[in-house]
């Protein structure tokens, strides 16, 4: 199953500029999560933001949440070359397995 | 923090053939490991649950006798595609959560690329 969906699928920018993606998704939560995919790797773990928690920054990471509008938005500040990934928000129902959104691929090109 | 260790990393095998993935969980227990699948330029779907000592719940969809789990003990879990076909060409990557250091956040193996001829 499938929860969130995110937006843009893909996004192409230069460096030094801002990228924005956006998660929706359908139920309530415990927890929204963000994670950045390298091509045909792992995951990387970027965020944890709590359902009564509205922001959270890590670095040039700003992530917001949105309950009542079940959405979130991940903004990357002074993007670089090396944010070249896919993006994906997942969501945390009741404290057990992590649902994906389709993610958001983004291209920071020098 | 918390390490959960995958292997192999990348498999090739020949049609038919049946491949086994080992989820460990290095520093925690584990009750409850996930199995996810990834196909190309895809998003992450659950397969599974698997829970130590009982049978896994699959996800709609989700062959289990295809698919099969076993979580034998609180660090391994380990997930047997029987008679792979090439469309279970995928990327298969497991997870796992430290319940006695964090219950929010889930930690992930680093994946395996299984690719069948």
């Known amino acids: 199953s499938q929860q969130g969906e995110e937006d843009p699928q893909a996004l192409s920018i230069q460096e030094g500029e801002n990228a924005t993606m956006n998660c929706s998704y359908k139920?309530?939560?415990?927890?929204l999560q963000w994670y950045r995919q390298n091509s045909g790797r792992g995951l990387v773990h970027l965020i944890l933001?709590?359902?009564?928690?509205r922001e959270k920054h890590s670095g040039r990471l700003r992530v917001t949440l949105d309950t009542s509008k079940k959405s979130s938005s991940l903004l990357i500040t002074a993007s670089r070359a090396a944010d070249t990934a896919s993006y994906f928000c997942?969501?945390?129902?009741?404290?057990?397995?992590?649902?994906f959104g389709k993610g958001t691929t983004l291209s920071v090109s020098s | 923090g918390a390490v959960v260790s995958q292997h192999p990393s990348w498999v090739i095998c020949k049609s038919g053939t049946s491949v086994k993935i080992e989820c460990r969980s290095l520093d925690f227990q584990a009750t409850t490991m996930f199995w996810y699948r990834q196909f190309p330029k895809q998003s992450l779907m659950l397969m599974a649950t698997?829970?130590?000592?009982?049978?896994?719940?699959?996800e709609q969809g989700v062959e289990k006798d295809k698919f099969l789990i076993n979580h034998a003990s609180l660090t391994l879990s380990t997930l047997t595609v029987t008679s792979a076909h090439p469309e279970d060409s995928s990327f298969y990557i497991c997870s796992a959560r430290d319940g006695l250091r964090s219950n929010e956040k889930l930690f992930f193996g680093s994946g395996t690329q299984l690719s069948v001829l």
């Open positions: 997942a969501t945390d129902q009741a404290g057990t397995a992590l649902i």
């Open positions: 698997s829970n130590e000592g009982s049978k896994a719940t699959y």
């Open positions: 933001i709590r359902s009564n928690e």
């Open positions: 139920t309530s939560i415990n927890n």
